[in-house]
């Protein structure tokens, strides 16, 4: 009975102020309501605190009242001139203060292996924490890949671990998509681990559903109220196809056909209307109804731009328009009714290979878009270009992860730190 008291106390009070508990925010939309944040900051300005990390990793923070929760990975693949022993790599969950940084707790968990090696291929990108973790306000999903999907209590303790899958990817890129809550389900895409995408209780971890076939996707997918109105659909993105599926059960309801290609930017939706990209040889953007049932393809597609992409990067949408960065560093907006450009121009952005893989977030009247390697640079929420501004913290890491907007501040992940930005 006390232990029962001590836990709703808690949770009260970890629901209290603006929270963001999942990838890319409320509903998944990479917008936030918050006002006051900074345009401009600095090693010596705007820069609240600074906590160096346990580990690498390129999975966003999620917030939860006076709480941040983090992923991060250590042993291994920190060097790729001496990358290690896979035996030596560690996974671990954090929860940090918000108000100072400080770390609570450090759970930790022992890898399946072997895992995919740190040899020079995409992995090093991005390593061994790419899932961004979620939280219903009781316990921490963090999704680790080929190790599995692990439950927390808000204290740190294991609740149940449990494995989707031990690796086809071929190409050695690793894990991406995050893990998604709807009802009483947590939502894996599994591509790279096992060519599906599972449903697990998340009281228990047993798998409620499975869909198989899922190739090439490292998109997190998104539960989207359908145009029309009825019950919530879910949207997955796959090398050939978009689903939409009914996420109590798995069972597809409509599909849509596209061209073959690799995905990694996430489903967007507005108003029943969903966007997905294709990332790389057929670059593609399409806008798709939802609501319908079979092969949609010729009638619920409102249109496609071709040869069009931001690669890794998900854009945004916002009062009309989609705004996002692509990977040589141009950003885009686009009139989301018909899919022409409004603008697009180049940034000044320094690095080799793909410029940026965080995700673009819309909060205040700026898009917040933080670089690999250059920095953040902050542009007008606005169909016409402007940039604000061009910030750097004299971090020479790697800047991988999506920002977060909680209670006024940023939350801002390099491989190696944890930046609080804020007046």
């Not at 689903?243 to 069972?251: I, V, W």
């Not at 169909?383 to 800047?399: C, K, Y």
Request: hydrophobic letters at 35%; glycine letters at 12%; a negative charge.
């Amino acid at each position: 009975m006390i232990r029962t008291l001590t836990t709703a106390t808690l949770c009260l009070a970890l629901f209290a102020g603006a929270d963001w508990t999942r990838f890319r925010g409320p509903e998944g939309a990479g917008v936030s309501d918050d006002t006051g944040l900074p345009t401009t900051w600095s090693p010596t300005r705007n820069l609240v605190w600074k906590t160096p990390l346990p580990g690498f990793g390129s999975s966003s923070p999620i917030t939860l009242g006076d709480r941040i929760f983090l992923t991060c990975y250590s042993g291994y693949g920190l060097d790729p001139r001496a990358p290690g022993e896979q035996t030596g790599l560690v996974q671990h969950t954090l929860c940090l203060d918000r108000a100072t940084g400080s770390i609570l707790w450090d759970a930790t968990i022992d890898p399946r292996l072997p895992e995919t090696d740190y040899d020079g291929g995409r992995i090093n990108l991005h390593g061994y924490a790419s899932a961004t973790p979620v939280t219903d306000g009781e316990a921490v999903y963090a999704f680790f890949g080929k190790s599995g999907v692990v439950k927390y209590g808000l204290e740190g303790e294991l609740l149940w671990r449990v494995s989707v899958g031990t690796g086809v990817d071929a190409h050695n890129w690793g894990s991406g998509a995050s893990p998604i809550l709807h009802d009483n389900l947590l939502i894996v895409n599994a591509s790279a681990e096992s060519r599906s995408i599972r449903a697990l209780d998340k009281a228990t971890g047993e798998e409620v559903w499975r869909v198989d076939e899922i190739v090439d996707s490292w998109s997190t997918p998104l539960v989207v109220s359908p145009a029309g109105g009825g019950p919530g659909e879910l949207v997955v993105v796959e090398r050939h196809r978009v689903l939409g599926l009914d996420p109590a059960t798995g069972n597809r309801l409509w599909f849509c056909q596209k061209p073959s290609d690799y995905v990694c930017p996430s489903v967007i939706a507005h108003e029943g209307i969903v966007y997905v990209i294709n990332s790389r040889r057929n670059a593609l953007l399409m806008a798709i109804r939802t609501g319908g049932r079979g092969d949609v393809g010729r009638t619920h597609v409102g249109w496609k731009k071709e040869r069009w992409t931001t690669r890794v990067s998900t854009p945004v949408y916002h009062d009309g328009y989609l705004y996002g960065i692509d990977n040589v560093g141009r950003a885009h907006c686009l009139d989301a009714r018909t899919g022409e450009e409004v603008y697009r121009e180049r940034l000044d952005i320094s690095g080799a290979g793909d410029k940026i893989y965080a995700s673009l977030v819309a909060a205040d009247g700026k898009l917040y878009g933080v670089t690999r390697l250059d920095g953040t640079v902050v542009l007008a929420l606005s169909p016409r270009f402007e940039l604000l501004a061009h910030n750097r913290l004299d971090d020479e890491s790697v800047f991988n992860a999506t920002p977060v907007v909680t209670d006024g501040r940023l939350l801002l992940r390099s491989d190696r730190f944890l930046y609080c930005i804020g007046r």
